[in-house]
C-alpha cells in the first residue's frame, strides 16, 4: 500500500533503524489488530505488512532531521495515523460479500417457526433497510455490532453489546465522555431502529 513511495537504502545506521523498528513493533502490532483485514480483502499478515511499509516510510522521512527520540515519535504518530485512515477506508468500502456475514438472529426471529424467507434475501432487504433509517454514523457502529472485527471478539465475549470505549479505541477515537455519550446515542438510535426493523421483517419471514 505504502511499498511505491519507499526509496532504496543506499547507506544508513543499521543499529538505530533495528532499534527503533524493534521499539515500535508492539504498536504495530496492536495497530494491524484494529483493522478489520475481512473488509479490505486481505489477511492479517497483509495488514501487518501494510504497517511495516509506512514504519519504513516514515523513517525515511524523519531520520537525520530529529534526535532519536523525536524520530521515533513522528514514527509513532505516522503510524496512528495510518490505522485511522486504513479503518476509516475500510469502512467506506461495498464489500458485498463480507455483508453476507451479518447474523441471522439479529432481528431476533430465530423463534419465528417454519422461516420460510430466504437467508441471502434476508439479509439484503435487512442491510438496506438499515441504511435508509440511520444516519451515517449510527450505520458505521451498526456495521461494527453485527460484523464485529478481530480486535473487538478478541477484548469481549459479549458481542451483542459491545462496550462504547471498546468501539471508540477500535476507531481511534479519544473515549472522553462526550465521545461515549455519542457513541451510546447512536446505539439508541439503532435500537429504535432494529424495532421497526422487527415489526417490518417478521410477517415476512412467514411468508411461505
Given at each position: 500500500?505504502?511499498?511505491?513511495?519507499?526509496k532504496e537504502?543506499?547507506?544508513?545506521?543499521?543499529?538505530l533503524?533495528n532499534r527503533?523498528?524493534?521499539?515500535?513493533?508492539?504498536?504495530?502490532?496492536k495497530?494491524?489488530y484494529?483493522?478489520?483485514?475481512?473488509?479490505?480483502?486481505?489477511?492479517h499478515n497483509q495488514?501487518m505488512s501494510y504497517f511495516?511499509?509506512?514504519?519504513?516510510?516514515?523513517y525515511?522521512?524523519?531520520?537525520g532531521k530529529y534526535?532519536?527520540p523525536?524520530?521515533?515519535?513522528?514514527i509513532?504518530?505516522?503510524l496512528?495515523?495510518f490505522k485511522n485512515r486504513?479503518?476509516?477506508?475500510?469502512y467506506?468500502q461495498?464489500?458485498?460479500?463480507?455483508r453476507?456475514?451479518?447474523s441471522m438472529?439479529?432481528?431476533?426471529l430465530?423463534?419465528?417457526p417454519?422461516?420460510?424467507?430466504?437467508?441471502?434475501?434476508?439479509?439484503?432487504?435487512v442491510?438496506?433497510?438499515?441504511k435508509?433509517k440511520?444516519t451515517?454514523?449510527?450505520y458505521l457502529?451498526f456495521?461494527i455490532?453485527t460484523?464485529p472485527?478481530?480486535?473487538?471478539?478478541?477484548?469481549t465475549?459479549?458481542?451483542?453489546n459491545?462496550p462504547?470505549?471498546?468501539?471508540?479505541?477500535?476507531?481511534?477515537?479519544?473515549?472522553?465522555?462526550a465521545?461515549i455519550?455519542?457513541v451510546?446515542s447512536?446505539?439508541?438510535?439503532?435500537?429504535?431502529?432494529?424495532?421497526?426493523?422487527i415489526?417490518?421483517?417478521?410477517p415476512?419471514a412467514l411468508v411461505s
Amino acid at each position: 500500500m505504502e511499498l511505491h513511495r519507499i526509496k532504496e537504502y543506499q547507506s544508513y545506521d543499521r543499529i538505530l533503524f533495528n532499534r527503533i523498528y524493534k521499539e515500535t513493533e508492539p504498536l504495530r502490532k496492536k495497530l494491524s489488530y484494529q483493522i478489520d483485514a475481512r473488509r479490505i480483502g486481505v489477511d492479517h499478515n497483509q495488514i501487518m505488512s501494510y504497517f511495516d511499509d509506512k514504519f519504513l516510510l516514515a523513517y525515511q522521512k524523519y531520520v537525520g532531521k530529529y534526535t532519536e527520540p523525536v524520530l521515533k515519535g513522528h514514527i509513532l504518530s505516522a503510524l496512528s495515523n495510518f490505522k485511522n485512515r486504513l479503518c476509516r477506508y475500510s469502512y467506506t468500502q461495498k464489500m458485498g460479500i463480507y455483508r453476507d456475514a451479518i447474523s441471522m438472529d439479529f432481528l431476533n426471529l430465530e423463534n419465528v417457526p417454519d422461516q420460510k424467507l430466504d437467508d441471502s434475501l434476508y439479509i439484503t432487504l435487512v442491510t438496506e433497510f438499515f441504511k435508509e433509517k440511520l444516519t451515517q454514523d449510527a450505520y458505521l457502529i451498526f456495521d461494527i455490532q453485527t460484523n464485529p472485527p478481530l480486535y473487538i471478539t478478541s477484548k469481549t465475549s459479549n458481542i451483542y453489546n459491545i462496550p462504547s470505549k471498546l468501539i471508540c479505541d477500535f476507531l481511534g477515537l479519544e473515549s472522553t465522555q462526550a465521545t461515549i455519550k455519542y457513541v451510546n446515542s447512536l446505539k439508541n438510535e439503532i435500537k429504535g431502529v432494529k424495532e421497526m426493523a422487527i415489526e417490518h421483517f417478521a410477517p415476512m419471514a412467514l411468508v411461505s
